[in-house]
């Protein structure tokens, strides 16, 4: 399939080539061809235009992933105004202050979220529509509220013989034109409001058509559990599906490892993007059980039975999935190591991918038949990546990324996009290195590294992914006291509550657990103790652990 330069122009192209397709629908709910989404884009634009609204303007939706949700998103790029996608587990008052830092002047939002909210904290919309059906919850201006109670009777009128695909006009996008402001979620900082520019967001349609295109075909079942309001749930399970005629299905609510294994059996589909917790969450529920025992250990020694067990439990991996899967593939954190390890064990068509919400967000990727494991694949197509080191290969430095998925800056903050955008290259924060084959290894954050007694440069993520590999540790965070390294863990509270111990016997297993760690690791990097806590660790929507909550 050819791609329009336009993005705009590749939704227009493929809502009239698909108008009959089912685009997208609701889990459990109602479904939408091409042809009804162009309505209900049509008459968002005929209310945008009767309520004054310019191209440029901006429109924030914040709400579960769900039909609507998309809808409002496209009739805002293709009118030619800015999205703001608001993540809807964020804290009422950021919802509050990204819709007033951002200018929004129409707000999206769902029922639940809603309830949270206080309009008169929003002063500045004109308007604020339900995301379930298009409703007006707060109308501040009496064009707005005339523009809603007419805009069916106005779409006839602009449609008086009847609405075809010849019809439909969007606007021309430029590449350096705004598209987006999104807001991240603010894993090591407040959320700052990244601007994507309508080449970013082309130039991921066009990777993700690289990547997988030729694996799907028109009709194909996409499940899209990933939030939308973040570019990686975003570009890969809805831009490039609705562009490329697949069939969406929103799960439209937290996507449990039950809800997940009924919507793979049904949907059955062709490529799944998920983050690492999904996968790891399945696997050590579905997998790791029927492998630890030393009985199916030595099995797997023996190379033809060993071979055979190995299939077995891929294909059982892959059954479980919807067994039809090319590859899953995996971003958004790090994966761990013991489950890669096993995965790779196994020969399951898993990749890891790298990205962040300022290259919206690919930067590294690699194909499951070539990936690396430990890596986060190669630089992307039109995509630089290199090491700020002097020996790129085996000395960690600061990733630095060019190319056009890079970000035009953060919105407002001209300081902050001065410090991230140095001469043409975005500093990504993450340390790595960049072996001779152009692979990507990331060794942590620069402001998670830690700075040993002796000078020594200390990697919590490294030790925190051998810890979470250990008995009853389900989440660990390591942190530094003065000159002790400490960590922090949750523990697998279903495993704790199925044997039934007692914290005298959690106790003593997260000190079994500290000897034998500390019997790994180099002795900078020891830990003086294991602290338990009673609470899961806060985190983003993307399902980081917040460090900074826990590092101050």
Sequence with gaps: MLLPNSLNKCFEASVASHWNLVAMSDYNGEN????????????????????????????????????????????????????VPVLH???????????????????????????????????NLIGILNNTNFDAFVSREERFTLALKNVNRLFCERY???????????????????????????????????????????????FAAEVYGTHSKEG???????????????????????VYGLHITFLTKMPTPRILMQAFAELKPVVLICVPL??????????????????????????????????????????????????????????????????????????????????????????????????????APRMDVIVNSEDPQNVPGEILVQGMNVMLGYYKNPETTEETLQGGWYHTGDLGVIDSEGNIFIRGRIKNMLLGSNGQN?????????????????????????EKLIGLVYPDMDQVQSL????????????????KLNEILPAYERLAEIRIREEEFEKTPKKSIKRYLYTK
């Design 32 to 83: 939408f061809t091409y042809k009804h989404v162009a309505e209900e884009i049509a008459k968002l634009h005929i209310l945008f235009e009767e309520a004054g609204l310019k191209p440029g303007d901006k429109i924030a939706i914040c709400g579960r992933n769900q039909s609507r949700w998309a809808m409002a998103f496209l009739a805002t790029l293709t009118y030619g105004a800015v999205a």
């Design 89 to 123: 587990e964020f804290h009422p008052e950021q919802i509050h202050g990204i819709v007033n830092h951002s200018d929004a002047k129409i707000l999206f939002v769902g029922d639940i979220v809603w309830s949270k909210l206080d309009p008169d904290k929003m002063p």
């Design 160 to 206: 008086p013989n009847r609405f075809a695909p010849e019809c439909i006009s969007y606007h021309y996008d430029q590449p350096e034109d705004l598209a987006v402001i999104n807001y991240t979620s603010g894993t090591t900082s407040n959320s700052k409001g990244v601007m994507i520019p309508y080449r970013a967001l082309w130039s991921n349609l066009r």
């Design 220 to 242: 194909d079942n996409v499940v899209s559990m990933l939030p939308l309001a973040h570019t990686y749930g975003m570009s890969f399970e809805f831009i490039f599906e609705f």
């Design 278 to 379: 999904i996968l790891e969450k399945i696997v050590r529920k579905a997998i790791l059980p029927k492998i630890d025992n030393p009985k199916v250990r030595l099995m797997l020694r023996t190379p033809v039975v060993g071979n055979r067990i190995r299939k077995h439990i891929c294909d059982g991996l892959k059954e479980a999935l919807g067994g039809n899967l090319y590859e899953v593939i995996i971003g958004g954190s790090a994966l761990n190591k013991e489950i890669e390890d096993l995965l790779h064990d196994i020969g399951f068509n898993y990749t890891v991918g790298y990205g962040a919400t300022e290259c919206s967000p690919i930067i590294g990727y690699e194909d499951w038949h070539k990936f690396v494991p430990g890596s986060c694949g190669k630089a």
């Design 458 to 482: 200390i990697y919590p993520e490294e030790i925190e992914d051998k810890l979470v590999s250990m008995p009853m540790v389900a989440e660990t965070v390591v942190i530094q006291e003065n």
């Design 500 to 515: 039934e111990l007692r914290p005298d016997d959690l106790t003593a297993i997260m000190n079994d657990n500290l000897s």
